[in-house]
């Protein structure tokens, strides 16, 4: 291990999100500040430079601050938000909203692909996820979004898969069934795709007075998906 000092960095956060563009780029967004106060900023730090400075991606509108939502890489250089505790004036809700940002344009922005409320927002079709944070969300072949799990309002049922394409002139939300024995509901897991192939999923928390330690593997390459 190494700590990478970038120059600039974002506010101290936790409960944010991030993901990876390009091999070398870590994208970072909102979370919990040390006051309390949810975020809704951007940043960037490109890790292939020999002194890494981290870049707040300016835009003229942001989603509803937020923590605990997922960001998902498709497309080669687009990302995808789902998801989180978003703050709705002074109160804070679990979301179900999508939106996407193409970080290869020149002047990037965020727009809302599904989402009540929201400016622009869309009627995406089928069943779309019950509102939820601290889930998780894995890239499939082709730009398609995988979701399951999280904390889900009054709501304990079986780890059911939702998967959305933002491709889609139309993005609509399927359920897949898939075989074998699935996670157990549960919220903060860790998760990670090997090969390509594989989503693996670790641990995370029922509600109960207990933490998980199972490890679960998904296969990508079933047809149903």
Same mark, same amino acid.
């Given at each position: 291990?190494?700590?990478?000092?970038?120059?600039?960095?974002?506010?101290?956060?936790?409960?944010?999100?991030?993901?990876?563009?390009?091999?070398?780029?870590?994208?970072?967004?909102?979370?919990?500040?040390?006051?309390?106060?949810?975020?809704?900023?951007?940043?960037?730090?490109?890790?292939?430079?020999?002194?890494?400075?981290?870049?707040?991606?300016?835009?003229?509108?942001? #989603? *509803?601050?937020?923590?605990?939502?997922?960001? +998902?890489?498709? $497309? !080669? =250089?687009?990302?995808?938000?789902? %998801?989180?505790? /978003?703050?709705?004036?002074?109160?804070?809700?679990?979301?179900?909203?999508?939106?996407?940002?193409?970080?290869?344009?020149?002047?990037?922005?965020?727009?809302?692909?599904?989402?009540?409320?929201?400016?622009?927002?869309?009627?995406?079709?089928?069943?779309?996820? #019950? *509102?939820?944070?601290?889930?998780?969300?894995? +890239?499939?072949? $082709? !730009? =398609?979004?995988?979701?399951?799990? %999280?904390?889900? /309002?009054?709501?304990?049922?079986?780890?059911?898969?939702?998967?959305?394409?933002?491709?889609?002139?139309?993005?609509?939300?399927?359920?897949?069934?898939?075989?074998?024995?699935?996670?157990?509901?549960?919220?903060?897991?860790?998760?990670?795709?090997?090969?390509?192939?594989?989503?693996?999923?670790?641990?995370?928390?029922?509600?109960?007075?207990?933490?998980?330690?199972?490890?679960?593997?998904?296969?990508?390459?079933?047809?149903?998906?």
């Amino acid at each position: 291990w190494r700590e990478i000092s970038g120059l600039a960095p974002p506010l101290p956060r936790s409960w944010h999100s991030s993901c990876t563009l390009d091999g070398t780029k870590l994208i970072v967004s909102g979370g919990c500040a040390d006051s309390g106060v949810l975020l809704s900023d951007t940043f960037l730090l490109d890790m292939s430079m020999e002194n890494p400075v981290w870049r707040e991606i300016p835009v003229t509108w942001t #989603p *509803p601050s937020r923590l605990g939502h997922t960001l +998902s890489v498709y $497309g !080669g =250089r687009k990302i995808l938000m789902f %998801g989180g505790l /978003a703050k709705s004036g002074p109160l804070r809700f679990r979301s179900s909203d999508v939106f996407t940002m193409d970080l290869s344009e020149d002047e990037p922005c965020w727009r809302c692909v599904t989402g009540s409320g929201m400016p622009g927002a869309g009627n995406p079709g089928g069943i779309a996820p #019950p *509102p939820r944070l601290d889930h998780v969300a894995v +890239s499939l072949p $082709g !730009g =398609r979004i995988l979701i399951f799990g %999280g904390s889900v /309002a009054g709501l304990h049922s079986a780890s059911q898969l939702y998967i959305l394409d933002p491709t889609d002139e139309k993005p609509t939300w399927r359920i897949l069934n898939v075989p074998g024995r699935p996670p157990r509901f549960a919220w903060g897991h860790s998760t990670c795709v090997v090969g390509g192939t594989r989503a693996i999923v670790l641990g995370g928390q029922t509600g109960e007075e207990w933490m998980l330690s199972e490890l679960h593997e998904l296969s990508l390459a079933n047809s149903v998906i």
